[in-house]
């Protein structure tokens, strides 16, 4: 609501919302004022003089809920005439005073409280000049909140927040420290108490992104040192980088790392600003002098990489032939023999773990592949 009173040429402005006066001239009247700034006239405004026969009651409440004090500049009142001001917010709280001609009010009052009520009675004769003052919270905390950081930020990270402007602090999270450390979205508010024990509050959003869904499966966990460098795949979501031991460029080159075990990782950042990174171990062997001897002309695998069923196809009918599948280790882990004059084997590898085998075909000759079960 907007109140624009016109005396004289000369425009008061009373703004009010949500109940609470922020900038105003006020004048005697029947009603209640929340602030903690306020010119206080009688019912005359600034120009004298208040009217006969008036009887209102005003009451001005703390919009802090911090002690009011009233400071009166100027006071005339006609004979019969009386203010009367209480300490509290209706006038059956305590007598503060009853001001007239002969006791005028000088200086200031003081609440106890968050409020002061006055109570005005004219009669029918003889009006005075009235009088003028200035009410406010005179010693109203300012609470404030300094963040140590950014206010938004990833999941894992923390910001510290700082309260001040008083002398005593309690937060919604319930600490009654100044400083708190806070790595969980939300409002959070602190009310400051001054050294009269006044209070004020103040808050602070804080809004956490949470991380990134990312996962990181390499199709195998090992390979032979002489195998050639191959791009890393089994990341997502797509559009990450590889990085890790042997990798240049998204590239795993086992030759730079020599033998042993090396950690490669996958690192997402979605469009907060957030990552988050996966690690894999692959492991680089020698491989025993096993070598890849294979004739493509005679021999196929498929498919390679396999998950459950490998089947080995060839050109010319197997003679007796003994099939074999060694770990890197050179261990035998599967066997398995072909009848004669058959040109097709279909081998079950759905017990072996993932990771890099070789297929060793002892038929004519002694043939090695390579194959990796993911």
């Not at 708190?180 to 809004?207: H, L, R």
């Not at 001897?293 to 990489?305: A, K």
């Not at 009848?339 to 773990?353: A, D, Q, T």
Request: net charge negative; charged share 15%.
């Amino acid at each position: 609501m907007r109140r624009i009173l016109f005396f004289l040429g000369l425009t008061f402005l009373t703004i009010v919302q949500n109940g609470i006066v922020y900038a105003q001239s006020v004048w005697m009247a029947d009603t209640t004022i929340v602030t903690c700034s306020s010119d206080y006239f009688d019912s005359g405004g600034p120009i004298p003089s208040y009217s006969s026969s008036e009887n209102s009651t005003l009451v001005y409440q703390s919009a802090s809920t911090c002690i009011l004090e009233a400071n009166f500049s100027n006071f005339d009142l006609g004979m019969g005439d009386t203010l009367f001001v209480y300490d509290g917010c209706t006038v059956q709280t305590n007598l503060l005073g009853s001001f007239t001609q002969n006791t005028p009010l000088s200086g200031t009052l003081f609440s106890t409280g968050n409020c002061l009520t006055f109570h005005f009675i004219s009669d029918t004769t003889n009006e005075g000049l009235g009088w003028e003052a200035i009410v406010n919270c005179p010693t109203t905390p300012i609470a404030e909140i300094l963040a140590r950081g950014p206010t938004s930020f990833c999941g894992g990270d923390s910001v510290m927040l700082i309260a001040t402007g008083g002398v005593s602090y309690h937060w919604n999270t319930l600490s009654n420290e100044d400083t708190i450390v806070v790595s969980y979205p939300g409002t959070y508010e602190v009310t400051v108490t001054g050294a009269s024990g006044c209070m004020d509050t103040a808050w602070q959003e804080v809004i956490v992104y949470p991380l990134p869904p990312v996962g990181f499966i390499l199709p195998f966990d090992s390979i032979c040192i002489l195998d050639p460098p191959f791009a890393l795949s089994g990341g997502f979501p797509l559009g990450g980088i590889y990085s890790g031991d042997g990798v240049v460029a998204g590239v795993f080159d086992p030759t730079q790392t020599g033998e042993g075990v090396f950690t490669v990782r996958y690192s997402y950042t979605d469009s907060n600003g957030c990552s988050r990174t996966i690690p894999q171990s692959i492991t680089v062997l020698i491989c025993n002098g096993l070598s890849e001897q294979v004739s493509v002309d005679e021999f196929r695998f498929s498919p390679n990489p396999v998950h459950d069923e490998l089947c080995i196809n060839s050109t010319a009918a197997f003679a007796n032939s003994e099939i074999r599948v060694l770990n890197l280790s050179g261990q035998v882990v599967i066997y398995n023999s072909v009848e004669f004059g058959s040109r097709e084997l279909k081998l079950s590898v759905l017990n072996l773990p993932p990771g890099v085998y070789i297929i060793q075909i002892k038929d004519k000759a002694v043939v090695y592949k390579r194959i990796v079960k993911d």
